[in-house]
């Protein structure tokens, strides 16, 4: 029987399946370090994670604290900086991109840089960092979120990294490189993909004990289904006791 479990390790057991061995990923703190450590302990052996200031293809033996953290140099098949990685990104070598932030909306757009008007913001939060980067360049992008009608909105207050922008062939006019965009979003509710033709966000798969019904009204704007909406198994053993063992011992993310 699958032990208790905490939202946290949930969204991180999701993220790490959705992380395919043989591939490419670009890393950001937090959840995707402990994802992308638990994949490589469970499924990918061959993942080969990519840190904004220049690791490349480490061994995450011990989870690192931030994206410069020595230890994503760790056994690592590179040691470069920014700018290799990014460049990287650009000529169409990574994969998957692993991305947050405050909102998101139906396209996939991500802002974390203000809320409010930019001008004169409620908030102003972190900003792009490498996110703009990674949603430009990457093939796949993936994004890890809370599900609540905050986040998940009709349209956002400010587009940091680009989805699909305004839909269907809108990425292409910007400049961006064509077959790149969103590809999931996990949340603590569900996984959502992209419809192929809209683009629009799709509902593929529903967490442990959550209900459509609950997805809808946490979402501020209208979504699409799969035709066959799955469920998401819980947490296994196995995952629980190399996350907590191994990948984060103390507890600092999860």
Same mark, same amino acid.
């Given at each position: 029987?699958?032990?208790?479990?905490s939202?946290?390790?949930?969204?991180?057991?999701l993220?790490?399946r959705?992380?395919?061995?043989?591939?490419?990923?670009?890393?950001?703190?937090?959840i995707?370090?402990?994802?992308?450590?638990?994949?490589?302990? +469970?499924h990918?052996?061959n993942l080969?994670p990519? !840190?904004e200031?220049g690791?490349?293809?480490a061994?995450?033996?011990?989870l690192?604290l931030?994206?410069?953290d020595?230890?994503?140099y760790?056994?690592?098949l590179a040691?470069?900086?920014?700018?290799?990685? +990014?460049?990287?990104?650009?000529?169409?070598?990574?994969?998957f991109?692993f991305?947050?932030?405050?909102?998101?909306? #139906?396209?996939g757009?991500?802002?974390?840089?203000?809320?409010?008007?930019?001008?004169? &913001?409620k908030?102003?939060? &972190?900003?792009?960092g490498?996110?703009?980067?990674?949603?430009?360049?990457c093939?796949?992008?993936?994004?890890?979120?809370?599900?609540?009608?905050?986040? !998940? +909105?009709? #349209?956002?207050? !400010?587009?940091?990294t680009p989805?699909?922008?305004?839909?269907?062939?809108?990425r292409?006019e910007?400049?961006?490189?064509?077959?790149?965009?969103?590809?999931r979003?996990?949340t603590?509710l569900?996984?959502?993909?992209y419809?192929?033709?809209?683009?629009?966000? #799709?509902?593929l798969?529903?967490? &442990?004990?959550v209900?459509?019904?609950?997805?809808?009204?946490?979402?501020?704007?209208?979504?699409?289904?799969?035709?066959?909406?799955?469920?998401?198994? &819980?947490p296994?053993?196995?995952?629980?006791?190399?996350l907590?063992? #191994?990948?984060?011992?103390?507890?600092?993310?999860r």
């Amino acid at each position: 029987m699958t032990q208790q479990y905490s939202p946290s390790e949930l969204l991180i057991c999701l993220a790490s399946r959705v992380m395919e061995d043989g591939t490419t990923a670009f890393i950001g703190t937090g959840i995707p370090m402990l994802a992308a450590s638990l994949a490589q302990a +469970m499924h990918a052996p061959n993942l080969v994670p990519i !840190f904004e200031f220049g690791g490349t293809g480490a061994i995450l033996e011990k989870l690192p604290l931030a994206v410069g953290d020595m230890r994503t140099y760790n056994k690592a098949l590179a040691a470069s900086g920014i700018c290799d990685v +990014m460049e990287t990104a650009q000529r169409g070598f990574v994969e998957f991109g692993f991305l947050g932030g405050a909102q998101i909306d #139906k396209y996939g757009n991500l802002n974390s840089t203000v809320i409010g008007n930019h001008a004169h &913001p409620k908030v102003r939060l &972190p900003g792009s960092g490498g996110a703009n980067d990674v949603g430009s360049a990457c093939w796949r992008t993936i994004a890890i979120m809370i599900h609540d009608k905050r986040r !998940f +909105m009709e #349209k956002i207050d !400010f587009i940091t990294t680009p989805g699909f922008l305004s839909g269907p062939g809108a990425r292409e006019e910007a400049g961006l490189p064509r077959g790149t965009g969103p590809y999931r979003v996990v949340t603590n509710l569900c996984v959502m993909g992209y419809d192929d033709i809209t683009k629009c966000m #799709k509902l593929l798969s529903l967490n &442990p004990g959550v209900t459509i019904e609950k997805v809808i009204e946490s979402s501020g704007f209208e979504l699409l289904f799969a035709e066959n909406i799955t469920h998401n198994e &819980p947490p296994t053993d196995g995952e629980l006791r190399i996350l907590r063992e #191994k990948v984060d011992p103390d507890g600092l993310y999860r």
